[in-house]
């Protein structure tokens, strides 16, 4: 026989090896199966690796010498140490790695997304629809995530602001935050439960009423309106201070930074001035001391 011949004929072997493997297996009951698996896996990964490669003739006809040289080829593949559990854990972390940066990047669009305070009318008007729409659909996913970032955080008759307001801000920044929370207060003016400071701090932030052909004022859907508002209260102080402090952090670090003094040349400077002959003489040039 050819090297060809010799090949298909092994392959043909092998492949009708496997169906019988297969036909036992398909009568056992579904434990004994799942035993199996794996060993039917890799026996059609040497079958396809046999039908894309050729062996040498002697390779092939040793094998066909044997009984069952689908199995023989399996029992020497167990016995290797191979890095298939490597590859598993490689595929696992670039998995996890590629639902991290998606996820990264999604949370960096819901950040850079300005808030759009105008209303559907304004939008219309001035082309601005699309960034309307987008803004709405934002702010309406950020109210779900304060609701739920009180409850995950409300235990024992007691909210862990920071930890509350620090689930969402790390999502959507603080201007959607504040903006979401400032609608939702305007809109509990009369609840009593909502305090005075929080409610003139509503106040100050711009919020139009927004009726698309005279329905209701569409900001009502942006009220966080599932948990006590009570908690809205506590949550609202939490972001606001929170806010508050981070400027305060910013504001120091920029006083840190050292002042690079209007006369003071740069070493970039230094470097880019022709040599002055500085000796006594005038012969030659000496570094000038440090300024």
Not at 17 to 43: C, D, G, M
Request: aromatic letters at 8%.
């Amino acid at each position: 026989m050819t090297s060809e011949e010799l090949n298909t004929t092994l392959y043909q072997r092998m492949f009708a090896e496997q169906e019988q493997f297969k036909a036992w297996l398909l009568t056992q009951p579904p434990e004994e199966i799942l035993n199996h698996t794996y060993e039917y896996s890799v026996r059609e990964d040497i079958l396809i690796t046999l039908e894309n490669n050729d062996l040498y003739d002697e390779q092939a006809e040793a094998l066909l010498r044997s009984e069952s040289p689908l199995a023989d080829v399996y029992k020497e593949f167990s016995k290797q140490e191979t890095d298939y559990m490597d590859v598993v854990l490689d595929s696992l972390e670039t998995c996890a790695d590629a639902e991290i940066a998606r996820e990264q990047k999604r949370r960096e669009e819901l950040r850079n997304t300005p808030v759009y305070p105008y209303p559907y009318e304004y939008a219309a008007e001035n082309g601005e629809v699309e960034k309307y729409w987008q803004s709405r659909k934002i702010s309406i996913a950020c109210r779900d995530a304060i609701e739920k970032a009180i409850g995950d955080h409300y235990a024992d008759n007691c909210l862990n602001t920071a930890a509350a307001v620090r689930q969402v801000v790390d999502v959507f920044g603080y201007d959607r935050t504040l903006y979401v929370l400032a609608v939702t207060v305007q809109h509990k003016e009369r609840d009593g439960r909502i305090s005075h400071n929080n409610k003139e701090w509503a106040k100050s932030v711009p919020v139009f009423e927004d009726r698309i052909d005279g329905s209701a004022d569409n900001n009502r859907f942006l009220v966080v309106d599932k948990v006590n508002p009570g908690l809205v209260d506590l949550f609202v102080r939490g972001a606001r201070r929170a806010q508050a402090q981070e400027k305060e952090m910013q504001a120091e670090k920029a006083k840190t930074i050292p002042a690079v003094a209007a006369d003071k040349p740069t070493i970039l400077e230094k470097l880019k001035r022709p040599l002055q002959k500085n000796s006594p003489n005038n012969s030659a040039h000496f570094p000038e001391p440090e300024l």
